[in-house]
């Protein structure tokens, strides 16, 4: 069983930045960041592959920027030029195979 744990929430204000992190019990493999926002389905963020290929969501290009470590287990996630429209709970996930894990997901919260 794979775990992955967030952190690195928190509240900002607009224009700010955060950096979350996703550590992992297993080594890497693909792994994602999504977003849910209060009464909405979750979405995806960012991606990135085992061999490092990225893929954003439109509304986040060029702000957020996704990165991996694979000797430390950890996934990134550099969040600048924040947004109120940025608010949600920030999930990260494995696909391994048919299998995909999820984190407990890290609140993130942008407001003045």
């Known amino acids: 069983q794979v775990q992955l744990v967030e952190s690195g929430g928190g509240l900002v204000q607009p224009g700010g930045s955060l950096r979350l992190s996703c550590a992992a019990s297993?080594?890497?493999?693909?792994m994602g960041w999504y977003r849910q926002a209060p009464g909405k389905q979750r979405e995806l963020v960012a991606r990135?592959?085992?061999?490092?290929?990225?893929n954003y969501a439109d509304s986040v290009k060029g702000r957020f920027t996704i990165s991996r470590d694979n000797n430390r287990k950890t996934v990134y996630l550099q969040m600048s030029s924040l947004k109120p429209e940025d608010t949600g709970v920030y999930y990260c996930?494995?696909?391994?195979?048919?299998?995909?894990?999820w984190g407990q997901g890290t609140q993130v919260t942008v407001s003045s």
């Open positions: 996930n494995m696909e391994l195979g048919t299998y995909v894990y």
């Open positions: 297993s080594r890497l493999y693909t």
């Open positions: 990135i592959t085992s061999t490092s290929s990225t």
